[in-house]
């Protein structure tokens, strides 16, 4: 299990749980560690008082649509994130299979 801190201005922080021994974790794993997240967050999400980096809020996270179609492509990208942490655990490269992770994740949002 990861467990994410995400903070609010204002508010206390909600915490938020991925399960990695599940379809869904593995799944929301391979999304938020993709070029294609880390884009949506520089363009959506409200830079910090620096302007350097950007905030991950709560609502970011709520607001990612996941396409439910394509269900091949999810359970792909599932099976790449259990490949790398296997391969992570035995202290191996696992960038191949990464860049394979983001390949499938434009294919998930129709993107080229």
Request: glycine share 4%.
């Amino acid at each position: 299990m990861v467990t994410c801190k995400l903070t609010e201005r204002g508010q206390s922080p909600p915490l938020y749980n991925i399960f990695l021994n599940n379809y869904l974790g593995q799944q929301w794993l391979g999304l938020l560690n993709s070029f294609y997240f880390d884009f949506y967050i520089s363009n959506q999400s409200p830079k910090r008082d620096n302007k350097t980096f950007p905030s991950i809020t709560s609502n970011l996270i709520k607001n990612f649509q996941i396409p439910v179609e394509h269900q091949i492509i999810r359970k792909a990208i599932s099976n790449k994130v259990v490949n790398i942490l296997k391969i992570r655990s035995q202290n191996l490269d696992s960038r191949g299979l990464e860049n394979e992770i983001d390949c499938l994740v434009y294919k998930l949002y129709e993107l080229n």
